[in-house]
Every structure is written in C-alpha cells, then in structure tokens.
C-alpha cells in the first residue's frame, strides 16, 4: 500500500500530496517472482473493486498507525496516524479481498489492519503493555533490532517456514490486544506480543508484524514471500 504525505515545504514536487511505497517491498514481489503492481489510496468502490480484478494477490505493507476509532479507542499521544485517506482504503481493500478470496500478505500496519477490519482490537504503544516487553523498536531506524518469536504448529506460517521459533526484526509500538474474528494468533514474541495471525478455513492469508521485506537474506522471509506470490500466480 501507499503513504498519503502532505508537505508545507513550498517546492517542487515536495508540496505536493503523493502515494509512495518502501522499495523494499516490490523489490522481495520481484525476486519472488512476482509482478509488483502499486495501489493508489481511493475512496472509490468502484476503483478498488477494478483493483482486484486486475490483481492476483494482495500485499497490505508497513506505514503510520491506523487512526484508533477504527477499533474504538482514543487515540493515544504517542500515535503517528497515516493520512486518512490510506487508513478508508486500506480497511475497504482488505473486506473486498477477504470476499474474494484473494491471497492476502500482512506486514506490520497491514497485520493490524487485518485484525482492526475484524474488529479485533490494537495496543496503541507498547508502554500499554500490562506484561514487561521485550524493545521491539528503534526511532533511529537502524535496522538492529531483533528479537525471536515461538510458531504454532497448526498454522499456515509454521507450514510456510518450517520451524518452532525464528529470529525477525522489529520495528512497530503497536500491536495486536484482542484478535479480531475468525483470527487466531500463529506466532508469538517471548514476551507475548501477538506477531502472527491468519484467518481459519481461508484459503491463503499471513499477517506478521515484523519486516520480512528488510531481512530478505534470511530464509523464512524468502519462503514467505515464495509462498505468498505461488498462491497469487493459482487460477
């Protein structure tokens, strides 16, 4: 998905709005095999049900927090909302690719979007936390923090990677409380974060919070992406 930015900065193109996309996500699409294919942020019906006939899959990214009366709460000062606009799209694309059945591939803010449509229910920063959590992110943006999660062996992530517990980057403050409907949780930080979720008797949907777009040199993240972009390419 894409990034709604304004900008009071008075030259070109910077005072512009625009929709923009890490690289590191079409780029993970394209060595999977796969064809990216960027999303513009719409208010439409008709353009995001126009979207997913042109599609095979659907990839819901990382971005600022999801504005909180989606899971009806105050929003918290510690919040970063993304532009309104990505927030409507993101929560109508994803009911429009629940029903029809698309693959769907849930990165950080995509895997609370997933669990807000279902009305589950988010931590707003990790200082919310009744337990004592594990850092699970950097402001500085370094990339080094890392910590590993526990998978559960009835799941489609355990069937995807292949093992109890795995080592993932970090970087969110918040996170999933209560699981939205039909969700179930698939990997689990030692601190109890919820890090996984997927949707049971669906036909193909991962929703992680971490990064596996950054970690590509890691081989959960190549199986993930594998997987995801071997389903999208099924008629």
Known sequence: MSQTLPSAVKRWPSRYEFDWCNK???YAIEKAGGVPFGLFNSAGNRII??????IDGVLFTGGADLRSRYYRQSQHPTT??????????????IGAAIKAK?????ICRGHQVLNTYLEG??????SLFPAVPLVHSDYNQTGKVFHEVNLVKDSL?????????????????????????????????PDGVIEGIEM????FLISVQWHPERIWNLPHSRKLFKAFIAQSAKK
């Open 24 to 26: 590191a996500y079409h």
């Open 49 to 54: 049900a126009g979207y997913l006939e042109m």
């Open 121 to 126: 229910t988010l931590y707003q920063d990790l």
């Open 102 to 106: 698309k693959p769907i591939f849930c």
């Open 157 to 189: 992530l355990y069937e995807i990677i292949g093992k109890n517990k795995i080592t993932v980057n970090s970087s969110h403050h918040q996170f999933v409380k209560d699981l939205g409907r039909g969700l179930m949780a698939t990997a689990v930080a």
């Open 80 to 93: 970063s909302p993304a532009g309104p606009e990505r927030d409507y799209f993101e929560i109508e694309l």
């Open 200 to 203: 049971a008797g669906f036909p």
